[in-house]
Every structure is written in structure tokens, then in C-alpha cells.
């Protein structure tokens, strides 16, 4: 069975950090594109962030440039999202999805992710 399931969440004051873990059962990462997404309260889910195969294909929201970090470990089937300089805004619901269909490269298009996680929840607040 296909499984990813996040981890690192939690609450941090603002300008804190955070790093996210997304971790693959019953399957190998290695030929998958990786997302990062998140969902606010009242708000429509958005890519976040996004790693393809090899690790040289990365994509970033204008948001999160300069402050968040995407990276992939093969060998752990894991792929992280560091995320520094935290704001009030990126508070949220973070989901990471796999993804054959990008031809290892990175898109921000939800319907081309086969498999998500259950999401983290990440709570930036004073």
C-alpha cells in the first residue's frame, strides 16, 4: 500500500523554523516528483514547494522564495521542506504528494499528484 505521511509541525513563534518531513511507505521515492501544499482555513490549497527526481528540478511559491528549503534523501525515503523565517500567513495544513507524472520535473498541479499525506498541521503564532 502507497503511503507518505508528514511529520515536523507543530506551533512556533513567528521568524521561528520548522522543518517537514515526508516519509514514503510501500514504494520508493526515487521516481517521484515530491510537493509540498498547504491549506489555510478558508483558503484554497496552493503549492508550497516541489522537487523533482533527480533533486536538480525545485520550484518554490513567490511566498516561500528565500526562506523555505526543499531537499529529497533517497536513500531514507524522505524528502524535507526546512522552513525558516516563518510567518503568521504560512500558518496552515502541509501536505506532501508523489507524483510520476511531471517526468521528474516540478509543477504546482495538484490533479498530477497521485498519492498524498494526511498533512501536518503548522501554526505560526505569537
Known amino acids: 500500500q502507497l503511503q507518505l505521511v508528514e511529520s515536523g509541525g507543530g506551533l512556533v513563534q513567528p521568524g521561528g523554523s520548522l522543518r517537514l518531513s515526508c516519509s514514503a511507505s510501500g514504494f520508493t521515492l526515487d521516481d517521484y516528483s515530491v510537493g509540498w501544499f498547504r491549506q489555510a482555513p478558508g483558503k484554497e490549497r496552493e503549492g508550497v514547494s516541489c522537487?523533482?527526481?533527480?533533486?536538480?528540478?525545485?520550484k518554490y511559491a513567490d511566498s516561500v522564495k528565500g526562506r523555505f528549503t526543499i531537499s529529497r534523501d533517497n536513500a531514507k525515503n524522505t524528502v524535507y521542506l526546512q522552513m525558516n523565517s516563518l510567518k503568521p500567513e504560512d500558518t496552515g495544513i502541509y501536505y506532501c504528494?508523489?507524483?510520476?507524472?511531471?517526468?521528474?520535473?516540478?509543477?504546482?498541479?495538484?490533479?498530477?499528484?497521485?498519492?498524498w499525506g494526511r498533512g501536518t498541521q503548522v501554526t505560526v503564532s505569537s
Open positions: 522537487i523533482g527526481t533527480s533533486g536538480g528540478s525545485t
Open positions: 504528494a508523489a507524483s510520476k507524472m511531471l517526468f521528474g520535473l516540478c509543477a504546482f498541479s495538484a490533479p498530477a499528484f497521485g498519492s
